[in-house]
């Protein structure tokens, strides 16, 4: 069983910057995914086990990256630009092969960390 957890989120101006992380152990590619309220799960961001491979939802585009550090079994969601809209609970999560958009494919998730921007 793969435990995740997230840490690193908070509250932060619009305009500001957060980086998240999600300690995860296991080859695994991992994405991160956000829910607002009312809103649907929706996809951030992904890469490889290997980190050679990166995707990103249109929205976060040139503002947000991912990354990895194998070594310390840790993702990181780093943030930048953030707006109100990016305003969720943002959780991470692990599939054994490939990045993915769907939700349905990932076969663990993390508990979540809440983000909220100020405008």
């Known amino acids: 069983q793969v435990q995740l957890v997230e840490s690193g989120g908070g509250l932060v101006q619009a305009g500001g910057s957060l980086r998240l992380s999600c300690a995860a152990s296991?080859?695994?590619?991992m994405g991160w995914f956000r829910q607002a309220p009312g809103k649907e799960r929706e996809f951030v961001a992904g890469?490889?086990?290997?980190?050679?491979?990166?995707r990103f939802a249109d929205s976060v585009k040139g503002r947000f990256t991912i990354s990895r550090d194998n070594a310390k079994n840790t993702v990181y969601l780093q943030m930048n630009s953030l707006k109100p809209e990016d305003t969720a609970v943002y959780y991470c999560?692990?599939?054994?092969?490939?990045?993915?958009?769907?939700?349905?494919?990932?076969?663990?998730w993390g508990q979540g960390t809440q983000v909220t921007v100020s405008s």
């Open positions: 999560a692990a599939r054994t092969f490939g990045t993915s958009t769907s939700v349905d494919v990932y076969n663990y």
């Open positions: 296991g080859r695994y590619a």
């Open positions: 890469i490889t086990w290997s980190g050679g491979s990166t």
